[in-house]
């Protein structure tokens, strides 16, 4: 018996040595203030092959190299103590640039996570798309992808797990109304593109625009329904920044120059201070009267057009104060298709104000009922955020 668990931890530890040779790589490649020695770098290998070795002899259960391996990638990068660095697995990174893209092979659905059920809710379903077709309803709990069970993993990998190549098949089993047996769904992935921008006109000429996020296809969109909403006569606009987690820097600059007179729109600063500024040329100003809806959930790119919008007096701000994430981060692809996310500059509003930890200030505060959910009421007569911009675009109007 000792003799066995001597020679699984041996194993086990000639593993993590050559792996670990792969980590220095990345040490390197993350050209730290701070190279590490030859030393050092010994140090590590040997600790490391110390600390295999003795879970491969006497931890109770099976443990996977590779599993111990990618943890300790992922230590790597959250020791740096911001929970914006992070460290993507092959296929978690490749979900993640297939999210920043905004068109991605997937079944046509929402999701987020259901902190009680631990599992992923479909929270919508595409209209006419692959999971409707397939019988997939809102309110389903993603229990397994092609047999392998979901529980308590993370979004990015069941994500990256439904997601694959267009035209080929995804079994997903889904509880439904409490049911404990899963019913199993065959769904063919299509080519998606994730609507970020979603609008609707309102009496008055009066438009509202919801963007839920800024990937690689949002400035597109907003472009063709700024168009559209031009055509029947738009006089005002209410821009929904409210629950926008944020996305791609480029792509809410893209956003921004298509509604700002010329000028700056954020300008960035890295640690040794170099300053890159994003600037609109003023060749497509939206030249109306403009409320921006925002809340606690409004953040970083997001935040980016507020806090140009503000600055530019270009709009009236109403909701509740913002997230407040000012920085910005930078992904690098690693050697094996796996990738890191690192935070690299701060951001500036055109005034010059750094909105981290600290969030934009809306002109009127407005909550919303302390029993209701934005999801539930969001553009409802319940919506009283909303309803307060309705009043300020009346204002606006009279002027």
């Known amino acids: ?17 050559v792996a670990i040779i792969a980590l220095m790589a990345v040490i390197k490649r993350l050209t730290l203030p701070e190279s590490l ?13 110390q600390m295999s070795s003795l879970i ?23 020791a740096v103590g911001d929970k914006y660095t992070r460290y993507y697995t092959r296929e978690e990174y490749e979900a993640y640039l297939q999210d920043a893209s905004g068109t991605f092979a997937g079944i046509g659905v929402t999701i987020q996570w259901n902190e009680e059920a631990q599992m992923l809710e479909i929270i919508s379903v595409q ?26 993993t993370s979004m990015d990998l069941v994500t990256s797990k439904i997601r694959g190549k267009a035209g080929t098949e995804v079994r997903i089993g889904v ?16 080519l998606i593109e994730e609507k970020t921008v979603n609008s609707i006109m309102l009496d008055g000429g009066i438009a ?8 690689e296809v949002t400035a597109k969109q907003f472009k063709e329904t700024v168009e559209s909403l031009k055509e029947q006569k738009m006089r005002g606009l209410i821009l929904d920044l409210r629950g926008n987690p944020g996305g791609r820097l480029n792509s809410v600059v893209d956003v921004a120059d298509q509604i700002l007179p010329e000028g700056l729109i954020t300008y960035t600063l890295t640690k040794d201070g170099q300053r890159e500024e994003y600037t609109s040329d003023g060749e497509t100003v939206l030249d109306i009267p403009m409320v921006v809806l925002i ?31 000012g920085i910005v981060q930078t992904t690098y692809t690693l050697s094996d298709g796996s990738g890191i996310k690192v935070t690299m500059a701060r951001y500036y509003t055109p005034n010059g104000d750094f909105i981290h930890g600290v969030g934009i200030e809306p002109d009127r505060k407005v909550e919303l009922p302390e029993e209701k959910l934005l999801e539930e009421v969001r553009g409802t007569q319940d919506d009283t955020q909303y309803t307060a911009a309705l009043q300020e675009m009346q204002k606006l109007l009279q002027d």
């Not at 509202?208 to 990937?215: A, L, M, Q």
């Not at 953040?299 to 104060?321: P, W």
């Open 208 to 215: 509202y625009i919801e963007v839920s996020g800024f990937n």
């Open 37 to 49: 020695t030859l030393g050092q770098e010994a140090q590590v290998v040997l600790k490391l092959n």
């Open 56 to 78: 491969g002899a006497h931890y109770l259960d099976e443990v996977q190299t590779e599993d111990l391996l990618e943890g300790a990638y992922a230590g790597f990068a959250n």
């Open 295 to 325: 809340d606690e959930n409004t953040a970083s790119a997001a935040e980016i057009l507020s806090g140009a919008i503000k600055d530019h007096e270009r709009g009236v701000l109403v909701g509740t104060q913002t997230f407040g994430k």
């Open 175 to 190: 509880l439904r109304d409490g049911s404990a047996d899963p019913i199993v769904l065959t769904i063919t992935r299509e």
């Open 1 to 17: 018996m000792e003799e066995k668990k001597f020679w699984k931890g041996y194993i086990c530890g000639f593993l993590s040595v």
């Open 127 to 152: 209209e006419e798309g692959p999971a409707e077709r397939a019988g997939m309803h809102v309110g389903d709990l993603v229990y397994s992808v092609d047999d392998e069970v979901m529980k308590g």
